[in-house]
């Protein structure tokens, strides 16, 4: 049983990333939001936006490589925990210093960081606990059961970038919220 947790937390965690990576790189206006985002959290010098933002993505984008390969799970699960520790850290400065910033999570947003964020971050940091915890190198796994693991973290996943996303999709053509 623990090594299907182990891959609905990897999986989801994979997907999670892979989303964010995308968002972030789909086009330069995207990466440039990304880097605008970063800048409006004041968390370091403008000129280091970039350079930080160019190092986030491509963390960002090595997460669901390195826990693809059963081998790397666990480096998979480690960047993704450090990451997640970071951005947590980032997020809570950001409130703790009052600075009005758009979330750059997923890329571009018009929505403010906020504590969802911070409890968003805090999940998914024991999301990657829970598949450290539960990793089990030897047994044997059931073709359908993993299926099944996989279903169940694709759902975890899309709650997940939806709950960021769905308020800014909601919006009326006016600007105002439905």
Do not use: H
């Amino acid at each position: 049983m623990s090594g299907y947790i182990s891959i609905t937390c990897s999986s989801a965690l994979a997907m999670i990333f892979a989303v964010s990576f995308i968002s972030k790189v789909r086009s330069p206006a995207a990466f440039g939001s990304f880097v605008t985002g970063l800048s409006e959290m004041r968390l370091v010098a403008a000129s280091v936006a970039r350079p930080l933002a160019v190092a986030v993505v491509a963390l960002e984008a090595a997460v669901p490589l390195l826990l693809a390969v059963p081998g790397w799970r666990p480096a998979g699960l480690a960047l993704a925990g450090g990451l997640l520790t970071a951005f947590t850290a980032a997020i809570a400065l950001v409130l703790r210093r009052q600075v009005a910033a758009s979330c750059p999570c997923f890329g571009s947003s018009t929505r403010p960081v906020g504590r969802r964020q911070l409890l968003r971050n805090v999940l998914l940091v024991t999301v990657v606990v829970s598949g450290f915890v539960t990793a089990d190198g030897q047994a044997r796994l059931d073709t359908g059961a993993v299926a099944v693991a996989v279903a169940v973290a694709i759902v975890l996943a899309l709650a997940v970038i939806l709950s960021e996303r769905l308020p800014e999709l909601t919006q009326a053509a006016d600007g105002s919220r439905r």
